[in-house]
């Protein structure tokens, strides 16, 4: 996902509601925005893949001065209650049943007061999450629950706030889908330069004169230089530090191919073929070959670690 320091206001003309967005720097946890709805900025954060919406920025749009007061009159009612109560049921197997029915039996009686944070702490729920700090503090709640709390404050208001809503997880699907698509032109380009390497180390090239020209001490220098274009004296030479020969660092793809060379030089063999003439067939039968199997899915499985 993309994280965004700063404000970044959306391009959004609707009557009188004006939209923006705000993103922490650091993302790994939550996704904080905020919109903004007939004047009031609303607080909306991401976790767990849940989104939250706060309740007391909503209820200022009914008591700007003491919008916690509109939270707990909205959770005295027993049909908050029982709606609260539902929607743990559906999403939380480790909800207090005893406690919660402790409540709905009280709800609805004068006396009956429920604070979110005493609503949480007693069964244990996580549709309401509350939040001190005089910035960024208060009560938030699952968006199912904020949208029944914003019922209650006020039908208009509810629809508003939907619309704003909506618009922030389109922006945000929209961002995403710029980064998907980014990443996934990132990764053909990352494959084409992972490709274009294996080719130019791997792929045999043609052979120069001289190569073809060469002597050979044995059969299997031939094969060397068909396949990897050098001798395996030169190779030692070339890398003195190493242990083995060439063959103990090629390629499984490299080592196929070997086998196969082995095989159709034995058959050139019988056919009376010069050693400079079956040269030029093996180089272009291990060009053939290295450039079929690099894009072979079974060599890749045998690659691949169980």
């Not at 903004?36 to 920025?57: A, R």
């Not at 480790?94 to 609805?108: I, R, S």
């Not at 208009?156 to 945000?172: A, P, S, T, V």
């Amino acid at each position: 996902m993309f994280c965004v320091s700063g404000i970044h206001p959306l391009p959004h003309i609707y009557g009188k509601i004006k939209t923006g967005f705000s993103t922490k720097l650091n993302c790994v946890m939550t996704k904080k925005h905020t919109i903004k709805v007939e004047g009031i900025e609303i607080v909306t954060f991401t976790k767990n893949n849940s989104d939250y919406i706060s309740l007391t920025d909503i209820a200022r749009h009914k008591n700007s001065s003491f919008p916690a007061d509109v939270v707990k009159n909205w959770m005295r009612t027993r049909s908050t209650i029982d709606f609260l109560g539902l929607w743990e049921k559906l999403h939380n197997p480790a909800f207090k049943l005893v406690e919660f029915d402790q409540f709905k039996n009280e709800a609805g009686a004068n006396s009956f007061v429920l604070s979110p944070q005493k609503w949480i702490e007693k069964t244990q729920a996580i549709g309401l999450i509350s939040k001190s700090g005089r910035y960024g503090g208060g009560t938030f709640a699952h968006k199912d629950i904020a949208f029944e709390f914003a019922s209650w404050v006020s039908a208009e208001f509810k629809l508003y706030l939907l619309i704003e809503f909506q618009r922030l997880k389109q922006d945000e699907n929209s961002r995403l889908k710029l980064e998907w698509n980014l990443q996934r032109t990132l990764s053909k380009i990352n494959y084409k330069i992972h490709t274009d390497a294996i080719k130019e180390k791997l792929i045999p090239h043609e052979l120069t004169k001289d190569q073809i020209n060469m002597k050979y001490a044995n059969e299997a220098d031939l094969l060397n230089v068909a396949l990897f274009g050098i001798t395996a004296k030169i190779w030692r030479d070339q890398n003195p530090k190493l242990n083995g020969n060439i063959r103990d660092y090629a390629s499984i793809e490299q080592l196929v191919v070997l086998s196969n060379l082995e095989s159709i030089n034995a058959l050139l063999i019988r056919e009376g073929l010069s050693q400079k003439d079956r040269i030029l067939k093996l180089n272009n039968t291990a060009i053939i070959q290295m450039k079929s199997l690099l894009t072979n899915d079974g060599i890749k499985k045998l690659k691949s670690p169980k």
